[in-house]
């Protein structure tokens, strides 16, 4: 009888990893250094990849020639991301492709 209990908590183990596993549950903390080479103040710093949106962690108010931190949870498996960069007069720079992987810094131009 043990060894049958064993065994049910081993698949409902199985089971509930592979439940978060495919709901993309799991995810890394990223830090990416940002450079603001815009004359603008950056408000908000949005990534998706035609699947997945990214929230960042806190607003951004990094200043024209500022640098800063930004972090966000990317989900494991998940590195190509479109980043958006909305400034304070509302208008967006799209930086297309970013591997989020291994990208420690962009510069926002």
């Known amino acids: 009888m043990t060894r049958v209990r064993r065994i049910s908590a081993l698949i409902a183990f199985a089971v509930t ?7 993309g549950a799991l995810a890394a903390e990223k830090h990416l250094v940002l450079q603001n080479h815009t004359n603008e103040t950056i408000t908000t710093v ?13 607003p951004v108010q990094m200043g024209a020639g500022e640098s800063g931190d930004v972090v966000f949870d990317v989900p494991e498996g998940a590195c190509m991301f479109n980043l958006h960069y909305v400034l304070q007069s509302a208008n967006i720079i799209n930086q297309p492709n970013v591997d989020l992987c291994s990208t420690d810094g962009v510069i926002v131009e």
């Open 17 to 23: 990893g592979f439940a978060f596993y495919s709901t």
């Open 46 to 58: 949005q990534a998706d990849n035609g699947e997945l949106d990214i929230e960042i962690s806190a």
